[in-house]
């Protein structure tokens, strides 16, 4: 019989040494949980079918860009992480408007982690990964945000980190895609034009999925795609400013489709002000400290009143592009697309959550699974710690088939 300490250092020896584990993270905006069934998609359909699916990835609220790329790089709820909207006031740093400072995010993300544990990362627009977080940040990075470039040269970019020799080579890559937001804020989540786009994008993603091919990385590299929220149809808008002005409350508004901030000049005029937009149709309005706990968005950010639409309602400024289409289109029916949303009543706003690779099964399908838990499974497939505010659990991709 061979020892045990044998035996082990046969098995050792018998098992091919591979590279050290790399994970890449695309995050395409906007794609709703149920449009990579639309067809025609075929570069998500084999993600599918030779790796995991959840049913969908459920976004922290609010249900937006900004605050939901953080929660996927940082594990953590808007509360903690500080990054309350894609516009809002912060009352020391000041107005944050789409920003890429990362002296906002109140939460470690990713890539900082990730250098810090001593594995190189690299950022190809991605909220807060432009400047460095507390003194560190991604060894390389693309900056600054340029929503005119388009995913070829986002995958030219990717497979040129990876062919990088490997003292020098990025294992954590992330990146921002264009998905089918633009197209679903435009003409609503059910529009041609929105299969249109994310048919286009699956190209792409077929692009990238070639050159993983070609360089044989998959047994060292995992590939993740998730989205940052779904969409929702929309055929009503307020513009809360306007509301508060007809009332002779001074206040700044800061709109973000499903829910607002309001910032009162005189805070004693908080009750009149929920008053006022509580009385709009289908719009809840509250005082922070009345505001629903389990939505985790008690944070200065969030100013004095904070205000919910109703799906299918959306708060806008007037006159904003998205507002213009509504005013101009509703006599004939027209639809545009918001989000914002309470992800635990609202499942249209839920994303898609699919990966492919080393430590993926085949044909693996999970349920609903967290925004919050993104972080913890990259840290988990990276063989390090997660991020030190990230409050998810590794998801189990190699997990039961059914």
Request: hydrophobic share 45%.
């Amino acid at each position: 019989m061979i020892r045990p300490l044998f035996a082990s250092l046969f098995l050792l020896a018998a098992t091919p040494v591979l590279a050290e584990p790399t994970v890449v993270v695309l995050s395409f905006d906007g794609v709703r949980h149920d449009h990579i069934d639309l067809g025609e998609l075929p570069s998500f359909e084999r993600i599918a079918r030779e790796g995991a699916r959840a049913e969908a990835l459920v976004p922290i609220f609010p249900s937006s860009t900004f605050p939901n790329h953080v929660a996927l790089a940082t594990g953590a709820p808007a509360d903690a992480s500080g990054i309350v909207g894609n516009h809002f006031l912060d009352p020391e740093l000041g107005e944050f408007d789409y920003g890429n400072d990362a002296r906002f995010i109140e939460a470690e993300p990713l890539w900082s982690s990730a250098e810090r544990q001593g594995v190189r990362a690299a950022t190809f627009f991605w909220v807060g990964s432009e400047t460095d977080w507390r003194g560190t940040g991604a060894s390389y990075r693309m900056a600054p945000f340029d929503g005119e470039i388009g995913e070829s040269e986002k995958v030219d970019q990717i497979l040129a980190w990876l062919d990088l020799p490997a003292a020098e080579r990025p294992r954590l890559v992330m990146s921002w895609w264009h998905g089918a937001d633009a197209a679903g804020h435009r003409n609503g989540p059910e529009h041609e034009e929105t299969a249109a786009m994310l048919r286009r994008q699956d190209r792409w993603l077929g692009t990238l999925l070639a050159g993983i091919d070609a360089r044989k990385l998959w047994e060292e590299l995992t590939l993740i795609v998730v989205s940052d929220h779904g969409m929702v149809a929309v055929r009503e808008t307020h513009d809360l400013g306007a509301a508060l002005e007809d009332a002779e409350i001074p206040a700044r508004v800061f709109h973000a489709s499903a829910v607002a901030n309001v910032h009162l000049q005189r805070p004693e005029d908080a009750p009149r002000a929920v008053a006022v937009l509580s009385a709009l149709p289908n719009v809840r309005a509250f005082t922070r400290a009345g505001f629903p706990k389990q939505l985790r968005y008690d944070h200065a950010r969030s100013g004095d009143v904070i205000a919910l639409a109703e799906p299918g309602t959306a708060l806008w400024r007037a006159y904003r592009g998205l507002d213009l289409l509504h005013r101009a289109g509703s006599p004939f029916g027209r639809v545009v697309g918001a989000h914002g949303y309470d992800p635990a009543t609202t499942a249209d706003v839920h994303g898609i959550f699919v990966a492919l690779g080393r430590g993926v099964g085949s044909g693996v399908r999970l349920p609903r699974v967290r925004t919050l838990d993104v972080a913890a499974t990259v840290s988990a497939l990276l063989g390090i710690e997660a991020p030190a505010q990230s409050e998810g659990s590794a998801i189990p991709l190699s997990g039961t088939q059914r």
